[in-house]
């Protein structure tokens, strides 16, 4: 588990809590949205997302903000398998390519109260049909942000919370989330036609 205190940058308008400046970093990034900013305040749930070009898949990456009464254990894996079912791969051609693990989804729960919370996110990161779900949970009265321990993650992952880490101003430079999944990628079909070719010489033997 990691727990941020983020700090206010002395350029950020007074009184902005960290879920707003995510969401000032996300549109810098080229994140968009199509419901209104006041949908946020209105309705406590927003959705910002990005197409992204991975090797030979398309996929997307983004960002649902939910507000929460409360937060538990329950809601955390609720959130996870719902959001994890709406996103993961439906048709052939996607799942052939899920290996890739083309969507990334983020979802920023923003808790109320101002008590920190430790849940344990790690244990709610979860990879299905080619969408990673990644949790991360905001305390604006207390300006603290948690998300999943980047050093407990698998190779696939690690990337994609190292790039939170980059927009939530703990890391200087970015971060190609897809870096190492590409790679496997590829290896994996090096080794396959390995395989095929070894298949034919035995044949022609």
Not at 51 to 76: H, W, Y
Request: charged letters at 25%; glycine letters at 4%.
């Amino acid at each position: 588990m990691q727990v941020l205190k983020a700090e206010k940058p002395i350029e950020s308008p007074e009184g902005t809590d960290p879920i707003t400046r995510l969401m000032a970093r996300l549109v810098e990034e080229g994140f968009t949205t199509d419901q209104n900013p006041e949908d946020w305040e209105k309705f406590g749930e927003i959705i910002y997302s990005r197409p992204e070009k991975i090797s030979i898949a398309r996929g997307e990456t983004i960002f649902i903000f939910t507000r929460v009464p409360e937060l538990n254990e329950r809601i955390l894996r609720q959130t996870a398998d719902s959001v994890v079912n709406t996103y993961r791969a439906r048709r052939p051609i996607e799942k052939a390519l899920s290996v890739l693990q083309s969507t990334t989804v983020y979802h920023c729960l923003a808790a109320a109260g101002d008590q920190p919370h430790n849940e344990p996110l790690t244990n709610y990161v979860m990879r299905s049909g080619g969408a990673t779900f990644i949790p991360v949970v905001f305390v604006p009265d207390i300006n603290e942000v948690m998300y999943p321990d980047v050093e407990e993650k698998v190779a696939s992952v690690r990337p994609r919370i190292e790039y939170l880490q980059y927009l939530l101003g703990e890391r200087r430079e970015s971060v190609d989330m897809h870096r190492t999944t590409v790679q496997a990628f590829y290896i994996s079909l090096a080794v396959v036609g390995l395989l095929l070719i070894a298949v034919a010489f035995s044949f022609i033997r």
